[in-house]
């Protein structure tokens, strides 16, 4: 997750919890006011019920949402509670990836096969380029953009590269 969507779960959180204290807070003055009083005992079980249900509710998104902030954090730091991938089921995503390109991707990583080069100098719009990269098939080895176009040098993972080169006919 992104720093919008831990931007909005805090404020979810906040949100949350700020109404339940302030309706928390309501409750006790309506509860010591010498009108509800009496008033209270004729509602009895029923305000009981609704606000144990109403508290209930609450406790649950509350929890839902921190554990949600906990995983996002855990995320971002590299720390997971996700089983890790086995290097067999790594290298199965891999051969699926490049097994299962665009017509643009093909094209596109053909230019690294044909010209037997890891690092070529693209702009960062090419969506395919962004693409690849997204899918861990290539990686921009420089984070200094150049020229009007903002040209950046991305590189073809070494097993994206060696798998190609065997199985030419995948980029056809």
Do not use: C
């Amino acid at each position: 997750m992104d720093n919008l969507k831990l931007s909005r779960l805090i404020i979810s959180i906040t949100i949350v919890l700020t109404l339940t204290l302030a309706l928390l807070t309501n409750l006790f003055s309506l509860l010591n006011h010498s009108d509800f009083q009496h008033f209270g005992e004729r509602l009895g079980y029923e305000l009981l019920v609704k606000l144990s249900i109403f508290l209930l509710l609450t406790y649950i998104i509350t929890i839902y949402y921190y554990r949600s902030l906990i995983n996002v954090y855990n995320k971002s730091n590299g720390l997971s509670n996700e089983k890790e991938l086995t290097d067999k089921e790594i290298n199965k995503i891999r051969k699926n990836i490049l097994e299962n390109l665009s017509r643009d991707e093909k094209i596109f990583l053909k230019q690294f096969i044909e010209t037997d080069t890891r690092t070529l100098k693209f702009s960062i719009h090419n969506e395919t380029a962004m693409a690849l990269r997204n899918q861990d098939v290539l990686a921009i080895t420089s984070p200094i953009a150049t020229g009007n176009d903002l040209r950046m040098a991305f590189t073809i993972h070494p097993w994206a590269f060696e798998y190609l080169k065997k199985k030419p006919y995948l980029l056809k």
